[in-house]
């Protein structure tokens, strides 16, 4: 009796394998199982991730992103402060070549231009113009500045010469830097320097005393200028 039922039982599994069996012939393999890196299109694999994270490691994560954003903001920070030194640093001398060149804010003109004799002759038709000459010494400098003679009167185009005297009142050698404006500020476009001694420095020891030269002329096109009437 037990025999039988083995035997039964063996018939009965070898049948359900050869129905699976046919089964598979007839349907194929299955389709291999698609998978993509994407994480735009499945959403919720990151869902799935983000539960498996710990707590300590997404704390690590948020510090190393305010690590990197921090150290952006330092970045971003250090080159506006570098840019805003340099132009704060530069935008002296570049002011000052600036009006060197154009005679703003009475700086007179030291443009270089090459002239000869078409281009610089004095215009003795021209009403004569005259030239008057100031001084004014800081407190901080104990010195006497003042001009040699108070005024030249000169034509368009005609070259003058004229001299300061400068004296160091003080017990110890003194350095000084002269700076000078011309008023009318409209006329310092034409007022050309040859030889000066404004912007250099200059040393004199205790009670020493020079005359320190200014060579200049008046641009030509000055009386072509109709705002140079008065």
């Not at 305010?66 to 330092?74: A, D, E, M, Q, S």
């Not at 002759?121 to 407190?139: K, Y």
């Not at 010195?143 to 108070?150: D, L």
Request: hydrophobic residues 40%; aromatic residues 10%.
């Amino acid at each position: 009796m037990f025999a039988a039922n083995l035997a039964s039982a063996r018939r009965a599994t070898n049948s359900l394998a050869l129905r699976i069996r046919n089964r598979r012939c007839c349907t194929g393999p299955l389709p291999p199982r698609a998978y993509t890196s994407d994480a735009k299109s499945s959403p919720s694999s990151i869902h799935d991730i983000s539960a498996r994270l710990s707590s300590r490691e997404r704390m690590q994560i948020y510090m190393a992103q305010t690590r990197r954003k921090n150290l952006n903001g330092i970045l971003y920070s250090g080159a506006f402060l570098i840019t805003f030194l340099g132009i704060a640093y530069a935008a002296v001398p570049l002011y000052r070549i600036f009006c060197k060149r154009t005679g703003f804010m009475g700086v007179p003109n030291t443009d270089v231009n090459i002239r000869d004799e078409s281009t610089l002759r004095p215009l003795e038709d021209h009403r004569r113009l005259r030239i008057q000459f100031a001084s004014q010494v800081s407190g901080a400098l104990d010195w006497q500045f003042v001009p040699e003679q108070s005024a030249v009167s000169v034509v368009p185009g005609e070259t003058a010469l004229a001299f300061y005297r400068a004296r160091n009142r003080s017990d110890k050698p003194v350095i000084g830097v002269a700076t000078y404006n011309v008023v009318p500020e409209k006329a310092a476009q034409y007022f050309n320097k040859i030889q000066c001694f404004c912007f250099d420095e200059q040393k004199l020891d205790p009670g020493e005393e020079i005359d320190m030269p200014v060579f200049f002329f008046i641009d030509p096109s000055f009386a072509e200028d109709p705002w140079m009437d008065d």
